[in-house]
């Protein structure tokens, strides 16, 4: 074994020891929520997954951004095949150990190159819609800072792994052309010969330098982004295919019924109830916790999950009606403000135990109570979201704390629950005057 | 429904009037109308009456778990009590908590909207609709969040206009991408947040683009919020804001 094979080992285990490090982590961080049970229908979950998933079905309702997406994601996805070539190369020191299988072998690397340059164009023009072009949702106040920079990190980081890739695939046929020892007659270079011309005169000696850089920096560059995506936005292309699993699968209309509730009002409705019964000791030992949220470890794993999923598309946000006509609510900063608390609630925790406090919550340090009371429930932002996401679900959880825990609803609707109670309306009149139409002209 | 159970007869359907429909006067209108298609076919319907209470969708909308449900649950008990088992309502809100949320609390019932109600009563063969003022006129048609999006009926209204031999003409933000008229979430019931528009300006102003005579509506709270949209924009002698059931009955004439 060379030196070479060595240091790549060393690479190979130390990125993949970071990563799992942080996948830990972030799965401990989803595991603070509330538990709910989504173990039901598992054949309707893979259903789900494959088509919004894999298939991409939510995507191309917006046809220019879902079709270089999907360029993006399948050449993603297909040239993995490659590096699967580089981490066996890299381990014992072969090159292009996948050549004796041919034509088929030239047939993929053909389709790797043709890929690598549709991704590089798809993440140019990615770039210059959010840069240059300045879509709304791209440059709206909740992306600036770091999710901005997250954002162009990632397709720069795209478009400099593909350029090396091709630079590399480049610099092999030029090798192989000068019949270099070790560079065996393998693949067909649709793009990369386009590149031939760069290498004119060089020793063969300078461009095996070039190869063998771009072949480092490319897997490199691989492990490195792998270690980037806990911290980013882009942890989608993972988090994406639990994420639609164990998404909503009822109408959206349908709003959970609180359990905790429902054993109370049915104790209140039943005439035979004792009302100085002692509250059965056994399964109650645990703390009920407080309804509705206030701190994102009042809602539950999968809302959490969804906060890591998001990749700040802003498509929820450019749907919602409250947004688009200038109130606060943003949808997409509701799924941002949850991951940044769960972040800081997070290393808290783990510093301080599961019960700390740090004095903050999820509701005002991050989400104001303006935001919630704006939304319209119309689902206009669950049903844009292309993973899934369910960002009215945390908005209600934390107007149920606020109208359970802290009676803190606008005067209005005060007033409409009074109405509710009293008249079983939510205006103002008797309820015996409820069939009056029927007399009326 | 008590005066039947008295007579010992059971409706083929209940129909559930909802606050809007019983005390609104707009939406009283659209009770009617549905109505009196009911009574010319001779349909057996009943209604609770002053025993209906709120459903509870805007108090769980707002947050108050509790409220709803009270309101649920006292419900059921009456609509248990006179062993319903069909329900159809003109109010897109009520149909999708009683149709979703109910059920888990103790009341099964098979819910239908009234646009539901009346496309299956046409494909029966049991009323027949004629266009009448409607004949080929420009009708656009607002889907109500609750219908479209929650609960993804699309079809029945569309259908419904299509019998009318009216053009149906379709906003841009139209079935699952429809924009809300701003009144869902309990929003109806106070005043919205800050911002640069109203959400039933935006949305009236989307339909009066494709400049049609009606814009029809499958929910009272959507027609209460269209129709102050077309009067702020001094639209009302030009464009009415009806529902489907307003358009039928009118239609046929009732």
Not at chain 1, 151 to 167: G, K, R
Request: proline share 4%; charged share 25%; hydrophobic share 45%.
């Amino acid at each position: 074994m060379e030196v070479s094979n060595l240091i790549f080992v060393l690479c190979l285990g130390i990125a993949s020891f970071f990563f799992g490090r942080n996948v830990i982590k972030v799965r401990r961080n989803i595991m603070l929520g509330r538990d709910i049970d989504r173990s039901d229908r598992s054949r309707d979950r893979w259903m789900t997954m494959a088509r919004v998933a894999l298939g991409q079905s939510k995507m191309v309702v917006r046809p220019v951004a879902g079709f270089l997406h999907i360029l993006v994601y399948v050449g993603f996805v297909i040239i993995n095949i490659e590096v699967l070539e580089i981490v066996i190369d890299g381990l014992i020191g072969t090159h292009r150990v996948f050549a004796f299988m041919g034509a088929f072998y030239s047939f993929l690397i053909g389709s790797f190159e043709i890929l690598a340059f549709l991704v590089l164009l798809a993440c140019v023009l990615f770039m210059i819609r959010r840069n240059v072009l300045q879509i709304k949702r791209f440059v709206m106040q909740e992306m600036d800072g770091w999710p901005k920079l997250d954002a162009n990190l990632i397709l720069i980081f795209e478009v400099v792994l593909m350029s090396a890739f091709l630079l590399m695939q480049g610099a092999d046929l030029a090798l192989q052309n000068l019949g270099a020892d070790h560079y065996v007659k393998a693949g067909s270079f649709p793009i990369s010969s386009l590149l031939l011309p760069l290498f004119d005169g060089m020793s063969i000696e300078a461009i095996v330098m070039i190869e063998r850089a771009c072949w480092w920096f490319h897997i490199l560059g691989i492990l490195a982004f792998l270690n980037y995506l806990p911290y980013s936005k882009h942890f989608h292309i993972i988090l994406a295919f639990p994420n639609t699993y164990y998404s909503n699968l009822e109408p959206k209309g349908a709003f959970t019924n609180m359990a905790s509730v429902k054993s109370e009002v049915q104790m209140m409705m039943d005439p035979n109830a004792d009302p100085y019964a002692a509250p059965a000791e056994a399964e109650d030992a645990e703390d009920p916790g407080r309804f509705g949220a206030k701190d994102v470890n009042d809602l539950n794993w999968v809302q959490l999950m969804n906060a890591y999923s998001c990749t700040e598309c802003g498509r929820c946000t450019s749907e919602c009606p409250a947004n688009q006509t200038g109130k606060l609510l943003s949808p997409r900063k509701i799924m941002m403000d949850t991951r940044d608390r769960l972040e800081e609630f997070g290393t808290h925790v783990s510093a301080n135990g599961k019960d700390g406090e740090d004095g903050k919550s999820l509701l005002d340090d991050y989400i104001t109570r303006e935001e919630l009371w704006a939304c319209t429930s119309c689902n206009a932002c669950t049903q844009a979201c292309p993973i899934n996401i369910d960002p009215l679900s945390i908005i209600l959880d934390m107007r149920r704390y606020l109208v359970m825990e802290e009676s803190a609803a606008p005067t209005e609707l005060n007033m409409m629950f009074t109405n509710v109670e009293n008249n079983g309306a939510p205006w103002q009149f008797p309820a015996v005057d409820r069939l009056n139409w029927k007399d009326e002209a | 429904m008590a005066e039947m159970m008295a007579k010992g007869e059971q409706p083929d359907v209940l129909f559930w009037v909802g606050c809007a429909g019983s005390f609104d006067d707009r939406a009283k209108k659209i009770t009617k109308a549905f109505v009196k298609i009911l009574n010319h076919l001779d349909y057996k319907f009943a209604v609770l009456g002053t025993e209906e209470s709120c459903s509870g969708d805007p108090a769980k909308r707002a947050g108050n778990e509790f409220l709803f449900q009270m309101q649920a649950m006292a419900n059921i008990e009456v609509m248990n009590a006179y062993e319903v088992k069909k329900i159809v309502t003109t109010c897109p809100h009520c149909f999708n908590t009683i149709k979703n949320e109910y059920p888990e609390l103790g009341g099964l019932y098979d819910v239908m909207h009234h646009t539901q109600l009346l496309q299956s009563l046409i494909d029966e063969g049991r009323l027949t609709v004629e266009g009448g003022d409607y004949k080929g006129k420009k009708i656009t048609f607002h889907d109500p969040c609750y219908l479209g999006r929650a609960n993804e009926v699309y079809e029945a209204p569309r259908t419904l206009i299509n019998n009318l031999d009216a053009e149906l003409v379709e906003m841009k933000r139209c079935k699952s991408r429809g924009f809300c008229c701003g009144a869902g979430g309990a929003q109806m019931f106070k005043e919205p947040e800050k911002g640069q528009k109203d959400v039933n300006i935006e949305r009236t102003e989307e339909a009066l683009k494709i400049q049609p005579d009606f814009i029809a509506t499958g929910c009272p709270f959507c027609n209460t919020m269209m129709t102050d949209g077309v009067k702020n924009k001094e639209k009302e002698e030009e464009v009415k804001v009806l529902d489907i059931a307003e358009m039928i009955a009118t239609a046929k004439d009732l």
